[in-house]
């Protein structure tokens, strides 16, 4: 079945930038839109944003002029960026697969906490 | 951006209750509309798609209805397992819900 792993530093300097990775394993990465999405602890969840097969975008405005998505579908894995980060940007992040209006599957989360 | 405001923000009731969770959208958004479980330290899992369609595998206790700008989510009878937070998502600019917490009685 389709499984979705996220990585990347689990601890991230403030103003410096995050950057995770989804690998996909189960099924192609083409031809669907795969999603970002965090959790701050004790909070609800924010949708960051999504990116297409063919690398088309669109980010969530609260956060657009810090993010930037990126797929290699090559290596069955997609990207997010993150920049100049503050505490307020600790959180779990998810990436998520996006079927028709609905994310149905979800990678387990990986919590990153942005400390000097 | 659409909001959705989930009614309660919390819930507490026993095994075997029916219970109706809200999601209000602050403007129309048809039928694009997600529930999601989630458990501590797990992440969200898809309960329903579009509205009222329900997400293979999930118990047929669950079942989702509502179009434009109310929808809700019903628990036919609770299991122990059901507790949990319950988010709505909608699909336009893809906000979701604040959670609604349902708890055991």
């Known amino acids: 079945q389709v499984q979705l792993q996220e990585s990347g530093p689990g601890l991230v300097k403030p103003s410096e930038t995050l950057s995770l990775t989804c690998f996909v394993s189960g099924d192609s990465i083409s031809s669907y839109y795969w999603n970002w999405i965090r959790q701050p602890a004790g909070k609800g969840l924010e949708w960051i944003g999504r990116?297409?097969?063919?690398?088309?975008?669109d980010y969530n405005p609260s956060l657009k002029s810090r993010v930037t998505m990126s797929v290699d579908t090559s290596k069955s894995q997609f990207s997010l960026n993150l920049n100049s980060v503050t505490a307020a940007d600790t959180a779990v992040y998810y990436c998520?697969?996006?079927?028709?209006?609905?994310?149905?599957?979800w990678g387990q989360g990986t919590m990153v906490t942005v400390s000097s | 951006a659409i909001q959705l405001t989930q009614s309660p923000s919390s819930l507490s009731a026993s095994v075997g209750d029916r219970v109706t969770i809200t999601c209000r959208a602050s403007?129309?958004?048809?039928?694009?509309l997600a529930w999601y479980q989630q458990k501590p330290g797990k992440a969200p899992k898809l309960l329903m798609y579009?509205?009222?369609n329900l997400q293979s595998g999930v118990p047929s206790r669950f079942s989702g209805s509502g179009s434009g700008t109310d929808f809700t989510l019903t628990i036919s009878s609770l299991q122990p397992e059901d507790f949990a937070t319950y988010y709505c998502q909608q699909f336009n600019s893809y906000t979701f819900g604040q959670g609604t917490r349902l708890e055991i009685k």
């Open positions: 403007q129309g958004i048809s039928s694009a």
């Open positions: 579009a509205a009222s």
């Open positions: 998520a697969r996006e079927t028709w209006v609905a994310f149905d599957i």
């Open positions: 990116i297409y097969t063919s690398g088309s975008t």
